[in-house]
């Protein structure tokens, strides 16, 4: 299947031809070639465009991730301490406890 550009071209080139004679066909060739070298450039630099568009977004959704699992290490880091304190803290009571306890039953 050939691109519809590529059939409007050669049909305006022959019907050029046809009517206004070869520098007429040529003139439109040459038209039909600009206006398809600028599509091809305008879809190239949209895709430059986008591919930096997203990079941008990557870049930000990686910064984004990183702050994020640091919060999330301080966190966990903070929750450890409380648990890390008040293993602790049981088992300063369960010594005290221990020292301060009864003798053996009689």
Do not use: C, W, Y
Request: proline content about 3%; overall charge neutral; charged content about 30%.
């Amino acid at each position: 299947m050939s691109d519809p550009t590529e059939n409007g071209l050669l049909a305006a080139t022959a019907a050029a031809f046809r009517d206004h004679g070869l520098t007429a066909a040529i003139t439109a060739l040459i038209g039909g070639f600009l206006a398809l070298i600028a599509a091809i450039t305008r879809r190239a630099f949209t895709n430059e465009a986008l591919l930096q568009r997203l990079d941008r977004e990557l870049t930000a959704e990686r910064a984004r991730l990183d702050a994020q699992r640091a919060e999330d290490r301080k966190a966990d880091a903070a929750r450890l301490d409380r648990i890390e304190t008040d293993i602790r803290t049981v088992r300063d009571l369960l010594f005290s406890a221990f020292q301060r306890g009864q003798g053996p039953p009689d």
